[in-house]
């Protein structure tokens, strides 16, 4: 099993320019997550999903969408993108919401926005 | 007030040490806690699960109190393989999980 990937990697968008971050599971999980972490402010969630087709706001979602149309897939999309998103994005999944239930994550992506 | 909240760290500490951090978070309807462990440039792994009477992993004990409102991790004897970063994690009930915003632990030779 691959668990959790994240394609690019890497990547430098100029200020303005949109892209597409994508997310894929193996592991059957309900629910996906996209985070991103700067230094100094830990994991912050950006949205999430419960499954296929649902989609919910986090704590930092504004600049942001996503669209859950498989349930192996998530994909966090910046349509205009800002200096501020400069970040590093991790994706995430679990079988469950909460409980004691473990969260799997990608590798990230690291996003430079000129 | 932040809803997850750390020793800011570093901590550095000598080969063969024991080290603890603690976390204090503010909703007191949390109901699940954990450890998770970051290493530079890496995404986060799970260390381990907070029980409430205290669970123990090897090396690594974690303990919670409710009364107070904060857990903690123990670590002992530390090697060299255990300097990460250590994120505190709580949720209440069904919602997505909270982070810390991490301790860093630096083992020394």
């Known amino acids: 099993n691959a668990g959790v990937t994240q394609t690019p990697k890497f990547r430098v968008l100029k200020t303005g320019q949109s892209m597409t971050l994508l997310c894929a599971q193996d592991m059957n999980h309900e629910y996906m997550y996209w985070y991103r972490q700067d230094p100094g402010m830990g994991l912050r969630l950006i949205h999430y999903s419960v499954g296929e087709g649902t989609t919910a706001k986090g704590e930092v979602p504004d600049g942001y969408n996503v669209s859950r149309l498989k349930k192996q897939n998530f994909l966090l999309g910046l349509e205009s993108a800002a200096p501020s998103q400069t970040s590093v994005y991790f994706c995430a999944s679990s079988y469950r919401l909460a409980g004691l239930y473990e969260q799997y994550f990608g590798p990230g992506t690291r996003l430079t926005v000129t | 007030r932040k809803e997850v909240e750390q020793d800011p760290g570093p901590f550095n500490v000598p080969e063969g040490a024991t080290v603890a951090f603690n976390c204090t978070y503010s909703?007191?309807?949390?109901?699940?806690f954990f450890w998770y462990r970051q290493d530079c440039r890496k995404e986060p792994k799970l260390l381990m699960s907070v029980y409430s009477s205290g669970n123990e992993d090897g090396r690594f004990t974690a303990q919670l109190n409710r009364a107070s409102q904060y857990i903690s991790l123990l670590i002992r004897d530390s090697k060299l393989s255990d300097s990460a970063t250590y994120l505190c994690?709580?949720?209440?009930?069904?919602?997505?999980?909270?982070f810390g915003k991490g301790t860093r632990l630096s083992v020394i030779a």
């Open positions: 994690v709580v949720t209440a009930g069904n919602t997505p999980l909270v």
């Open positions: 909703n007191s309807a949390s109901q699940s």
